[in-house]
């Protein structure tokens, strides 16, 4: 009896504290709704507008892109040997063939000096042999005369090895990185120094498939730079990319001289801007129209007074306003100011221009 009585008293009080907290909770959500602000559909909203008309609508679109070198090689050693000249430092200039580096050659040297004497001797006793009458066999004229090209051949060698000792650059530029010091050893294939031509720069783009056929070999085209804001440079097209990269942009190199009053750098960035590429006759709106995302462009239409949600399909743009291509006509009023306090369906006030 004892257990059902407390079973019962569990339960009221169980069911009370259900009961007041739903009216607790219920109070508290009409509080918090109190509060919240909500606009008056009838109450009018002062607003900018703009009568839409069709007119000529001119686009231009900029690229942005970085400043590449003309060349640039890994200069490696083609020899083995002891480091016994070094002719550069980080950040100076060399000229075509000028001296990079010397390895020790002495040994080699003296291998080509044994090789010439003995070619000289060789040649002497090659030449009796061939000028002696009686007493010479066929076989000795031959291994004579394979002696004197053998020495030949190896005195070839010798000199190309001595050659290769001798690091020199390629051609023009400067050298932005190092590998060795004096008395370092280098290999064959071991890496002495970058090499970086920037007397030309080829300015490179990412441009969208559907706007390639803006781009022409050859064309010559404009290029600003931050660095410069005053100054224009003059570039030529050179190489329009004929396969699209994962994004579906083509890569377009755009080469002009650097200018030694206004030098540019590798890696800098530049811009091009090309005017006219949307040349069209229709509607366009202000940025400042536009709600809604990129993907679902709107506007607000203004009809009798009142707002009205419109979706759009935007063409073109240019920096100030967007080439209407769907969803508004010759007309139409839009919204341009103050829509930040406007809803569909909203009552509106056009402030007078």
């Known amino acids: 009896m004892n257990n059902v009585i407390r079973f019962v008293?569990?339960?009221?009080?169980?069911?009370?504290?259900?009961?007041?907290?739903?009216?607790?909770?219920?109070?508290?959500?009409?509080?918090?709704?109190?509060?919240?602000y909500k606009m008056d559909l009838n109450e009018s909203v002062l607003v900018q507008t703009e009568t839409m008309?069709?007119?000529?609508?001119?686009?231009?679109?900029?690229?942005?892109?970085?400043?590449?070198p003309n060349r640039e090689v890994m200069i490696m050693?083609?020899?083995?040997?002891?480091?016994?000249?070094?002719?550069?430092?980080?950040?100076?200039?060399?000229?075509?063939?000028?001296?990079?580096?010397?390895?020790?050659?002495?040994?080699?040297?003296?291998q080509l000096?044994?090789?010439?004497?003995?070619?000289?001797l060789a040649e002497k006793t090659a030449q009796r042999m061939t000028n002696a009458q009686e007493g010479i066999m066929a076989t000795q004229l031959d291994k004579a005369q394979s002696d004197v090209q053998t020495l030949k051949y190896q005195i070839a060698l010798y000199k190309k090895q001595i050659s290769m000792a001798t690091i020199t650059a390629p051609f023009g530029g400067i050298i932005t990185s190092k590998f060795f010091e004096i008395g370092s050893l280098a290999g064959p294939g071991a890496q002495m120094a970058v090499l970086t031509d920037i007397n030309t720069l080829k300015l490179e783009i990412d441009v969208p498939e559907e706007e390639i056929t803006l781009f022409k070999t050859g064309m010559r085209l404009n290029i600003s730079t931050q660095i410069y804001p005053n100054h224009t440079f003059q570039g030529t097209v050179k190489v329009i990319a004929s396969k699209a990269d994962a994004n579906k942009n083509y890569k377009v190199k755009i080469e002009l001289p650097n200018s030694k009053e206004f030098p540019l750098k590798a890696g800098m960035f530049g811009s091009i801007n090309i005017e006219n590429t949307y040349n069209k006759t229709g509607v366009s709106i202000p940025r400042t129209a536009l709600v809604g995302s990129n993907k679902k462009p709107e506007v607000y239409?203004?009809?009798?007074?009142?707002?009205?949600?419109?979706?759009i399909v935007i063409g073109a743009s240019n920096k100030d306003r967007l080439f209407i291509t769907d969803g508004l006509k010759e007309n139409d009023v839009v919204a341009i100011g103050g829509i930040v306090n406007l809803r569909d369906g909203i009552r509106v006030t056009i402030a007078e221009q």
């Open 77 to 110: 050693s083609e020899a083995a040997g002891r480091v016994i000249k070094d002719n550069i430092q980080e950040g100076n200039s060399v000229s075509q063939g000028q001296l990079i580096a010397q390895l020790d050659t002495d040994i080699l040297q003296n």
């Open 301 to 311: 239409v203004i009809q009798d007074s009142i707002a009205k949600k419109q979706p």
């Open 113 to 120: 000096k044994i090789a010439e004497n003995n070619y000289d």
């Open 9 to 36: 008293i569990l339960f009221i009080v169980v069911g009370a504290f259900a009961v007041w907290s739903f009216f607790k909770l219920k109070s508290n959500q009409e509080e918090v709704e109190a509060r919240v």
């Open 53 to 68: 008309k069709k007119e000529p609508f001119e686009s231009n679109t900029s690229y942005l892109g970085s400043f590449a």
